[in-house]
């Protein structure tokens, strides 16, 4: 069950002493959301707007939507970062999950206790607070357990589907990660970006599974997409429009780049990158998009829709070099 801190809401609200608030998540806890928003009204006599548009992370968290509505704080729900405020109106607020990790930590640790000696932990948000119950598991079973320092917006060992600072904080001393909670989207890329054993613990199904083998299909993928889109002479290149997706100078780079290389480029900008907007855009060979890595690998569209790794290894292509097929393996997929 998430469980989210209401009472950190309420210390803000009686600080700031708002006139009006908004609230985003996750699309699976907006029913939450409503019960919580009715609670802040009934205590403090004032407008609580839902935003029902799910909010992906802390790179999506709407304050646009915040500043159309005039509130004066936006909650952010669920996605726990190493900051407590991003900007003047908008409140991170922690959503733990308080499903138990024993069981199924224990099947790991005897399970791969002859395989590996080093192992670090890696996990979301909503697990954070179970690395340590889970590390002590490990310990007793005579595993050397790292700890990755975070970077930037990450706190220690956690990633997001993007960015995978803790994980290469260790990646020279461990033999795997175990990465904690039932996510392929987090757990296949800690495998993709580090190219080391990676098994992800599902608390629900109690079982852990290696995702390694997903990792390489999805690395296959993307290799297969750069040299689909090796004779593209016309290219989209789409910025996102959501605040922490907005890349305009990468994408003003790239443009520059394909220029060199005697390309057709046009600069396309857009809130949500699907399928139905792209068709919108007629002569376009091949799309590049900066907002978020995941949205080219785990979306399907009619054209090739390239991520930033996808489009510099693209690049080298096109100028006749040659490039690892390993292009994902890196801390940061933008």
Known sequence: MIVIDKNRMFEVIK?????????????????????????ITKEFEIPVYILGDASWGSCDVNTRAADVLGVDLLFNVAHTISFETLGPKVVMINAFDDVSFGRVALDCATGLRYKYSCISL???????????????????????????KGKGQLNDAQVFGCEFY???????????????????????????????????????????????????NMQKKSVLAVYKALDSERIGIIIGLKEGQFSKLKAIE????????GKVVHLIAL???????????????????VACPRISSDNTFSKLVLSVPEAMALLKL????????DFLKIRHWL
Not at 19 to 38: F, K, M, N, T, W
Not at 166 to 171: E, K
Not at 271 to 289: A, G, P, S
């Open 15 to 39: 600080q700031r002493r708002p006139r009006s608030v908004a609230i985003s998540g996750p699309e699976g806890i907006i029913s939450q959301l409503q019960d919580h928003a009715q609670s």
């Open 122 to 148: 890696l996990t979301t948000s909503q697990h954070l607070h179970q690395i340590k119950g889970v590390k002590d598991i490990f310990d007793q079973y005579g595993y050397t357990v790292i700890i990755g």
């Open 166 to 216: 803790p994980a290469f904080d260790s990646i020279d001393k461990v033999d795997a990660f175990i990465f904690l909670g039932q996510s392929l989207f987090h757990s296949v890329g800690v495998a993709a970006s580090t190219g080391k054993p990676t098994y992800m613990l599902d608390p629900y199904f109690q079982q852990y599974t290696q995702v390694n083998d997903m990792a390489t």
């Open 254 to 261: 790239l443009r520059d780049s394909f220029q060199r290389e």
């Open 271 to 289: 809130t949500d990158i699907t399928d139905e907007r792209l068709q919108n855009f007629k002569d376009i060979d091949v799309f590049v998009q």
């Open 318 to 325: 096109m100028r006749k070099e040659s490039i690892q097929t």
